[in-house]
């Protein structure tokens, strides 16, 4: 069916939700239209709205206990400074494994909602913690700036993006120019620079303790951990069990053994795959102990377990007597029979047997009446009779590279006598033989038996000519003369299938839990996983030395305090002519480009150079922090002679320049531009190899 990209695009849920956000600025701006001075709007990229209300909060805050916030900050300093170093050594260390041998776990990618992260999920389970994350880090600048007697020139929030809301908060504004005066303490900057990334180290280890807690904190109001039977599978879609289980229904015990997936999350999985006391194959029936959370009264129902059939292709209905061949699993998604089918092919019966999917004779109820470990024939439009593969269901990447047992790597023919080593699944894949052999190994021989594409490929003879027992080795002879060892497995499947949709599910033991409902303690969980992601992240990020993150600042301090360390501080007398100011009436300061200002010798308006304006009488100056310098000016003075609104006004000046100021700009922009590359190249590097993984379009 023909799909309108335009009108996709505009029943976009994130597009709504977007477009609804913006209007509504648009409105508020309208209706505020008095204050408009207090936002910026920058449509589609950027919205601040601006108030003093909150000022005063952090400052009673930050002024009551001086002695203690300056000692706490002080602490921030170490703690933030060990991200900084952590984060550096991290990316670093990640670009080199993104480079040589890539996993998905070195991926590096940014939060975009609708591009990496599902909107719904976005929406349902990030926000609370970037708001939360995101306040508090600017709440912690705050604090400790008003500690250190500091005025807060404004608070607010803002949200950003490109038209699409990617990150949103609140925020503090400080008087930036105060922090370019040499006579403001390093040390109170420092503290200053680091207090919103130490509190979010302070909440990594919140969220931490909460995740380690969780179920300790649930059982304050709710049973331990079960599973809902949240969907049944039909008989027409594969299932078995479409008339012994009722949805809604919780599983409480299987065959006398208590659930509780507080101790073991994967114990369902791990009754079907025999890894309890509980032996399972296809045929078999287990007891389902359930409860009833209408009737609050249990029940005993026979489940049984049919073959979980896999083919390594997923199927649609076509019409009633045809299926459509969707998505084809490469190798290393575990598929078996990649290069055999391919998507769009149209499959009309198997094994001769004609599909029907008008009486419920569909392609996936066939494949369940399979026998795994055969080869099947299927019809397909304009390609005749195709001979497929049937397994059991793969647990692991890469299962099905070899018939007969599981080595953990896929490769390819480098010449007619050699294989080479494309990928080695890592133990967290499910990988046996991660550190035994690398991507890029050449592989010539096996248990002495030489490779020959033609005649003595390497599927042969590790299937027939070998076809090693499981936890056997195997000694892998490579082109530069190495033997490598590998340990063989059993190819890891699951044999039997339910045919069921589990949920997370706990049992409310009093009236406020009832009211919060029995998947609370599911979406709570999933809030304290995103509060410790968000915050680690921002905490490493936030300290690295690149203009936009606060790392940048206290990096610049390190680098100022080791330049004069080392040359000493060097300051001259110079005179700057014609520094163009542009007048506003409703902003009556302005600051000076540079930070310590001696005199101002002259302002007029550019239009005019003979009409100038005198300090002391038609403005005045704005000291810097505990010095006799200057670093702004004021036309909120009682003067009858005002700048003319929007008008230019040019000013000559004399100021105290740094003959350092060079090299501590070059070592910074260096410091900068490296992490820059490093870290832009783990997003870059992350998008091409993992993009078809991790990003949603």
Known sequence: ??????????????????????????????????????????????????????????????????????????????????????????????????????????AVIPLIPGVTIDFFQFITYLILPILFVVTLHECGHGVAATAEKLELKSTGVLAAGAFFLIGFGAFVELNEQTFRSRRFPRLAKMRIFTAGT????????????????????????????????????????????????????????????????????????????????????????????????????????????????????????????????????????????????????????????????????????????????????????????????????????????????????????????????????????????EGNIKAGDIITAVNGKYIDKTSHPLASIIDTDIHPAPDGTLNFSTADGRTLTLRAAAIPVTPVFIGLIPQDYWIPQNFFTELLGPTFPSWLEQEFWWFLMISVSLTMFNMMPVPIFDGNRVVKELVDWGVEKKRGARYQRRKREGVRIQFNEKNLEYNFPEAEILDVERVTYESDPQFTFENGRDFKLLKSWGADTYDGMSFDVASKKRPIDQETLLVDYVYSHDQNQGIKKNILRAISIVTSIIIIANFVLSAVNFGKILFWV
């Open 1 to 106: 069916m023909y799909q309108n990209p335009v009108f996709d695009f505009i029943s976009n849920p994130y597009f709504l939700f977007s477009l609804i956000f913006w209007l509504a600025m648009f409105l508020v701006v309208f209706i505020f239209k008095k204050k408009r001075a207090s936002f910026e709007f920058f449509f589609p990229f950027f919205f601040m709205a601006r108030t003093k209300r909150f000022n005063r909060l952090l400052t009673k805050i930050g002024q009551k206990w001086p002695r203690f916030w300056k000692a706490f900050w002080t602490v921030g300093i170490f703690v933030s400074f060990a991200f900084l170093v952590y984060g550096f050594w991290y990316l670093t260390s990640n670009l080199f494994t993104l480079i040589f041998n890539p996993k998905i776990q070195n």
């Open 198 to 433: 130490f509190v979010n180290a302070i909440e990594f280890g919140i969220a931490f303790l909460l995740i380690m807690n969780f179920s300790s904190l649930m059982s304050l109001g709710y049973s331990q951990r079960y599973f809902a039977i949240q969907g049944v599978s039909t008989n027409a879609e594969g299932g078995f069990n479409a008339n012994n289980l009722v949805a809604g229904e919780v599983c409480v015990a299987i065959n006398g053994t208590s659930i509780n997936l507080d101790q073991n999350a994967n114990i369902l999985n791990d009754i079907l795959t025999n890894k309890t006391d509980l032996r399972c194959k296809p045929g078999d029936t287990l007891i389902f102990k359930l409860y009833q959370p209408t009737t609050r009264t249990f029940v005993n129902r026979e489940v049984l377990l049919g073959p979980r059939n896999f083919i390594g292709f997923t199927v649609s209905k076509e019409n009633d007597s045809a299926a459509r061949i969707d998505t084809v699993y490469t190798v290393e998604q575990g598929g078996n029979n990649f290069g055999t089918v391919f998507s769009d092919w149209i499959i009309t019966s198997v094994n001769d047997t004609n599909l029907d999917y008008a009486n419920n004779d569909t392609f996936e109820s066939r494949v369940i009446q399979l026998q795994a470990g055969n080869k099947v024939n299927i019809s397909v439009d304009g390609q005749g009779n195709v001979e497929i593969n049937v397994n059991y269901y793969p647990n692991v990447a890469g299962a099905f590279v070899f018939n007969s047992t599981y080595l953990g790597f896929t490769y390819s023919y480098d010449s007619v006598t050699t294989v080479k080593i494309e990928r080695v699944f890592s133990t967290l894949e499910g990988g046996n033989n």
